[in-house]
């Protein structure tokens, strides 16, 4: 059992997670049902847990699992189309162990990187409520305390760019909104000394259209590395 004061720890009690009947209930009706391309594959069908390097300097903070992918895979961006879109640059920016991420057993490792979503369960619609948000909160307020040598974040999407802002503004560490705005390659600095960089979601909708491409979204995590001092 991991100390009550890790990541591991809380990771065992996201997974644990019961506190909203809708999406719980969701993620185990598509775990049931399955996706006929992964038919024969056993689904995960829980909150999914956080992953990376538990010293790391940045976190890559997304919105939720998908339905078929980490909710099937049980591992943050692992899957789908997302994800075959965001390891290939972790990758190429020194993040990532390997190009590819498939499975929990894959072997993948992140270097000075953490990856965790605001929501930690497969809302239908990739949409959770603004309820469900607030549920969910805890677990990112508990997690940015536990990354300890955090030094930047990268928000992947405006809903994970407004979690973020409204984690600080419920630590204290952010009197106003005003003067964040969400635009692609944004970044502040934070009260606690940490910078943000604000992203595109890596997501289909944003990467066959071209409104993210791969010289985009490999800035945006070079410039996370700098910052970072990696």
Known sequence: MAGAGSLEALNEQIVACNRCPRLNAHCAEVARVRRRAYADF???????PSFGDHNARVLALGLAP?????????????????GD???????EAGFASQPNSISRGDGMKLHGLWIS???RCAPPGNKPST????????????????????RVVVCLGKIAFDGLLAHMKREGKLPQRTPFTFAHGAEYKLANGV??????????QNTNTGKLTRPMFLAVFKRARKLAGL
């Open 42 to 48: 056993e689904y995960w069908g829980r909150p999914v």
């Open 66 to 82: 998908g339905a078929h992918g980490s909710n099937r895979t049980g591992r943050m961006f692992t899957g789908d189309g997302s």
């Open 195 to 204: 910078t943000v960089i604000a992203s595109y979601h890596p997501s289909l």
């Open 85 to 91: 879109f965001l390891f290939p640059v972790l990758h």
């Open 117 to 119: 979503a605001v929501v």
């Open 131 to 150: 309820e469900e948000q607030r549920e969910c909160a805890m677990w990112l307020d508990r997690e940015m305390d536990l990354l300890k040598e955090l």
